[in-house]
């Protein structure tokens, strides 16, 4: 049987085998890496009966080969303070409902977490709940579970080993977190040099060398050394240097504008042991108590609690009866900045969360938030602000700043806290979505207006700041600088939509930038995963390649900062007939192409076939014959025999865009032997009860971890499953070992073992090929990438071996190679290939697997028609053999279905004299 040859042919420098496995498996599906992890992966990649089925299929799949991550090792649960597992997001304004439901895992070994490493997996509200998007900050620790043999995890180490280093950095002895254990393998994208574990906790208290410099450092500490391998401040300043004020009316600060009355938003009222809350405009009605009872209200609400830097927080009280109508008016007076400063910090902190839970209103923690939450004013200080844990916190007047609580360094702040809450890094990522937050509610590209003068602001989202790789932007890569990046693309994005949806802009404009950063991961850095995030987010098929309905104004707005979205699959290109297994040797092969457009119109006059032949350096263009409805004809030339053709198609769209097939032509490109038959000569699945395959050579020791026949049982070295589609089971693989056992309990030790082939007659072939797909795993151990497992054919029935490769990836995956016999040995009757794997280091794990066996060949010499009996001649036995089968279709020379009289006319025609 004639086998397809025709196959994706990726150069050598396409990446990883498991990258690229999944690509080749889901061709209209991107993976973005983003340094040393993958990023995001986006198409239409899993489904299922569940968004929980669905994302568990793409991780029992995927998560191995893209990330190198045990499915068993992704717990689920998000990386927020509430640890929630499925979260609904962006609200589908249209039909009701959300758009999507986010399915959060964390990375743990063992049951120990894997600092901030996470991994989301979002899916389409619809049948079937396709998986559009994997955001990850996962990272690959394979064998790093032998380092916690022998590790008591429910006990810490001394907390004088680990909290030495961290105080130092305190005047006096901080307030000290609960600890736990950790594994440090990295942070922001940068692998650590090898993963560690750690103990995690925070402490909080004055600085070393200034006690009024609060400080609240998160560390990561080396757990057998001490060492600090990581640490952050959680406490996150919304500016720095000298800062301006608040203001009552508009969105500056108070000393830029007059105050005007306001309702309090969810404020508390109570009288004896009854309380109530008001509604977002601060109106109440709460149970009347007995006749002159007390009635007190408080900056005290259902989301906040006002703290005025240890004074007594403003509050009002009255006594009243039945039926009487109170209007308690705090900062009555106006004539203190310290009661202006509670009175704006309340107001507009529950501004933004209003903000915030209208565009999700299933956000992590903040949805369901309690009063426990302060809003600290008037601290006495100036020029600043932050946010930590679960307070926002701003200063008074001076300094040349005006006080900072005023509206939009409010909502900067809390942003910082949605950035946190929603399982993100800070960073220059946590001060870009902080001045988002402010213009959200501003509508006004500058941020703290008023900060030291009512002229001018501290920073704008009205920038064309351009990213870059080396330093995050052209602003520089100081934080707040940096954060100008993003909130100048959402910015831009506001200027579209404004024009587009005039009345509702400002509504859209927050559900894309709340709920992606749900999508973001616990990283700080800026690049080009955020407009993936809001292009998913739009969209509305589940595939980001076609376009989305505001594809233009989000890629566009993100573009012109240097952040661009993937490039649009604008036509799609197919072949009805399939790609031809053989070129005819020195002739044209036909092949029919269709070319679908997608987005805009295709040029017809510009779909073309580039070919490049044996020993050519550059490919040659030939133009596809339009046919009509969107079919086009292509003629392959073949060139000498034997030889092999690469080739692939592109088209011009009228807007001057090129499409291509493969889409990463002429990096990728399709390869089809020139022969006059291609054949197969053996496929060994391995699936039958023996095998004539042997296990053993000369200079093999392994005393464990032998080659065995059999249907896998999975470790994290091993495969659970063979290649074979189903069926099939069964795949050769070193050593079997039991459900649940350690992953070095069957793997190779103490030498090498080796599996041969039977002997394969390739003589038949002008050329000979030789595939098979192979896993090998040797990155865990103490001593890991320590080994290697050659594979090597012979052409003289072993006597003598080639190698053909040294395995040392480690792929998570069965990977397919191909490999020209005559490359390398003589295509004789006696062709062997074997696989030796060899433990010859120290410490190393290594697990091997060869499944799906295939011998295939071209022969130059076109067959002879009429050669039933295959001697080379057509005669009396032949014709014997076409006459015994009259009537049926075994001998069907014809191609009409049936031996008859056309077929007798073939085989007499070409009668050997």
């Known amino acids: 049987m004639a086998t397809a040859f025709a196959q994706v042919a990726p150069n050598s420098n396409s990446g990883s085998q498991g990258l690229e496995s999944f690509r080749l498996n889901h061709p209209e599906t991107g993976i973005l890496p983003l340094g040393d992890q993958v990023a995001r992966v986006y198409g239409n990649f899993s489904s299922g009966a569940t968004p929980s089925e669905s994302a568990q299929r793409f991780i029992q799949s995927s998560a191995l080969a893209l990330y190198g991550v045990q499915p068993a090792d992704l717990a689920p649960i998000g990386p927020f303070e509430s640890g929630e597992h499925l979260v609904q997001i962006m609200p589908d304004r249209e039909v009701g409902g959300f758009k999507f439901t986010g399915v959060y895992y964390s990375q743990q070994v063992r049951g120990v977490p894997v600092y901030k490493s996470n991994l989301l997996v979002l899916t389409r509200n619809e049948p079937g709940f396709p998986a559009v998007l994997a955001s990850s900050t996962l990272w690959d620790v394979q064998g790093f579970e032998t380092t916690l043999d022998g590790v008591n995890l429910s006990s810490l180490p001394s907390a004088k080993l680990w909290t030495r280093n961290p105080l130092s950095q305190f005047r006096s002895k901080p307030q000290v977190s609960p600890a736990q254990y950790v594994i440090w ?474 499409q291509s097939s493969p889409s990463l032509a002429p990096t990728q490109v399709y390869a089809t032997p020139v022969a006059s038959e291609f054949g197969e000569l053996v496929f060994e699945t391995f699936e039958a009860a023996t095998s004539n395959w042997t296990v053993g050579a000369t200079g093999d020791t392994a005393t464990s971890g032998l080659w065995v026949q059999v249907d896998p049982v999975g470790t994290a070295a091993q495969p659970e499953d063979d290649f074979t589609a189903s069926p099939g089971v069964k795949a050769w693989i070193t050593g079997q070992g039991t459900a649940g056992g350690a992953i070095g309990a069957a793997d190779v030790d103490g030498g090498a073992t080796t599996l041969v082939s039977p002997a394969f007659d390739c003589s038949g072939f002008d050329d000979a090929y030789i595939s098979y797909h192979r896993w090998y795993s040797n990155n865990a151990g103490a001593g890991p990438n320590a080994d290697s497992m050659p594979i090597e054919i012979s052409g003289d029935n072993g006597v003598t071996w080639v190698q053909l490769e040294n395995v040392t990836e480690n792929a998570g995956a069965w990977v397919k190679k191909t490999f020209r016999i005559q490359s390398y040995v003589t295509a004789s009757t006696q062709v062997r290939i074997r696989f030796r794997a060899q433990d010859l280091a120290t410490g190393s794990i290594i697990e091997a697997g060869v499944d799906d066996v295939r011998v295939f060949g071209a022969s130059c010499t076109p067959a002879l028609i009429g050669d039933l009996d295959g001697n080379g001649r057509v005669e009396g036995v032949d014709l014997g053999i076409l006459l015994g089968a009259w009537g049926t279709n075994t001998y069907d020379l014809s191609g009409d279905g049936i031996i008859s009289g056309p077929d007798l006319g073939l085989l007499l025609a070409n009668w050997t004299i």
Request: proline share 5%; net charge negative.
């Open 185 to 658: 393998a990295g942070i922001d994208r940068v692998k650590a040099e090898e993963p560690r574990l750690a103990v995690l906790f925070s402490a909080e208290g004055g600085g070393a060398f200034d006690a009024d410099n609060h400080q609240n450092i998160e560390f990561v500490v080396d757990a057998k050394t001490g060492a600090i391998l990581h640490q952050e401040s959680k406490i996150y300043h919304a500016v720095t240097g000298r800062a301006t004020g608040l203001a009552t009316q508009g969105y500056v600060a108070d000393a830029c504008a007059a105050e005007s009355a306001v309702g309090m938003p969810y404020v508390e009222i109570a009288t004896g042991t009854t309380t109530t809350y008001a509604d977002a405009d601060g109106n109440f009605s709460i149970p009347a108590g007995p006749a002159g009872s007390t009635y007190t209200t408080r900056l005290v609400g259902r989301y906040f609690t006002t703290n005025n830097n240890g004074n007594p927080t403003l509050a009002l009280s009255t006594t009243a009866n039945d039926g009487v109508n109170w209007s308690p008016v705090f900062n009555s007076t106006n004539g203190l900045e310290t009661d202006r400063a509670q009175v704006n910090a309340y107001l507009w902190a529950n501004k933004t969360r209003d903000m915030m839970v209208a565009a999700s209103p299933n956000y992590p923690t903040v949805a369901t938030q309690a009063n426990s939450f302060l809003v600290t004013c008037n601290i006495a200080s100036t020029c600043n602000a932050y946010y930590t844990g679960n307070t926002i916190n701003f200063y008074v007047a001076g300094g040349g700043c005006n006080n900072t609580a005023f509206a939009d360094i409010v909502g900067h702040e809390f942003g910082h806290n949605a950035v946190a809450k929603g399982g993100s890094g800070q960073g220059a990522y946590g001060e870009g979505m902080g001045d988002i937050f402010g213009l959200l509610l501003s509508d006004d590209p500058r941020t703290g207006v008023g900060f030291q003068t009512c002229a001018t602001g501290i920073r704008t989202a009205a920038n064309t700041f351009q990213y870059s790789a080396a330093s995050c932007s052209s602003a520089g890569s100081e934080i707040h600088a940096c954060g100008q990046l993003v909130s100048g693309c959402v910015w831009d994005l506001r200027n579209r939509f404004a024009v587009l949806y005039p009345s509702t802009y400002r509504e859209l404009l927050a559900d894309y930038c709340v709920n992606s950063i749900l999508l973001h991961g616990n990283i700080t850095s800026i690049g080009a995963d955020i407009t993936v995030d809001f292009l998913t987010l739009d969209d509305n098929d589940g595939n980001i390649l076609n376009g989305t309905p505001n594809y233009t104004s989000i890629n566009d707005s993100f573009s012109v900062h240097g952040l661009p979205g993937p490039a649009l699959q604008l036509a799609q290109i197919t072949f009805p007939s399939g790609l031809p297994t053989a070129l005819t040797p020195n002739g044209l092969t036909p092949v029919q192409v269709r070319i679908e457009p997608i987005i805009g119109t295709v040029n017809q006059s510009t779909a073309k076939l580039f070919i490049r032949t044996v020993g050519a350096t550059s490919y040659v263009a030939y133009p596809l014959a339009p046919l009509g409805s969107n079919l086009y004809q292509a003629n392959l030339p073949g060139g000498a025999c034997p030889s092999e053709v690469n080739y692939y198609f592109t088209v011009q769209m009228a807007s001057g865009d090129t």
